[in-house]
Structures are given as C-alpha cells and as structure tokens.
C-alpha cells in the first residue's frame, strides 16, 4: 500500500483543517487505517485509526475534536481537526494494517505516508 498524505497548512488556534490520505495499490477497505503525528523533539504519537467496519478509536487529547473517516468508493481516509490548538503543531503521518486489530500500536502498522505538516498560530 502506497499512502500520501495532504491537506496540512497553517491555521489559527481554534480553527479547523481536513486532512486527507490516499491510498495505491491496495483497497483501503482491507486495511486498517490510522493517523499519527510528530511533533519536534518529541516521539511520534497515536491520534486516531479506523477500523474495517468503521469503528474508530482516537487519542484521548483529541476525542470530541477530531473525526476520523474512511472512503473506500475513493480509496481516501480522512481527518477532520476541529478547534485546534498549539499543541497540534505537528506532522500528521497516516497509516495501514493489515493486523486484524490495532489501534494505537505504531509496528502494527506496515504502511506509511510521508506526512503532512500542520501549524496552528495563537
């Protein structure tokens, strides 16, 4: 699975920003799928994954923020960012499984992105 992340920028705290993941070379019906972020000097972390059957799993920092979403008639898995703060300052990597389940467990996750940049300004 190919994954390319976009839909990263610069936003105002509070504000919002859609990200989007598409994926080549596999139905991301198949897969589970998941963002993470990183921020600098600091590990990359779990915010959100999504499993076969649409059932969703998110970091507690971003619960009732953010929305995790799969499109499989467009191979597409997206995350809505609602009322952002600085501490989202980060690249946003999205991710695919082939695990049976998995949610927040990095090596379970064989397929990366290479990220998109998110800035939220005071």
């Known amino acids: 699975v190919q994954l390319q992340a976009s839909g990263g920028g610069l936003v105002q705290a509070g504000g919002s920003l859609r990200l989007s993941c598409a994926a080549s070379?596999?139905?991301?019906?198949?897969?589970?799928m998941a963002w993470f972020r990183q921020a600098p000097g600091k590990e990359r972390e779990f915010v959100a994954s999504?499993?076969?059957?649409?059932?969703?799993y998110y970091a507690d920092f971003v619960k009732a923020r953010f929305i995790i979403s799969r499109h499989n008639a467009n191979n597409t898995a997206i995350l809505e960012m609602n009322s952002l703060k600085l501490e989202d300052t980060a690249v946003y990597l999205c991710?695919?499984?082939?695990?049976?389940?998995?949610?927040?467990?990095?090596?379970?996750?064989?397929?990366w992105g290479q990220g998109t940049q998110v800035t939220v300004s005071s």
């Open positions: 991710a695919a499984s082939g695990w049976a389940s998995v949610t927040y467990y990095q090596a379970g996750y064989s397929y």
């Open positions: 999504i499993s076969r059957s649409g059932g969703t």
């Open positions: 070379g596999r139905a991301i019906s198949m897969v589970i």
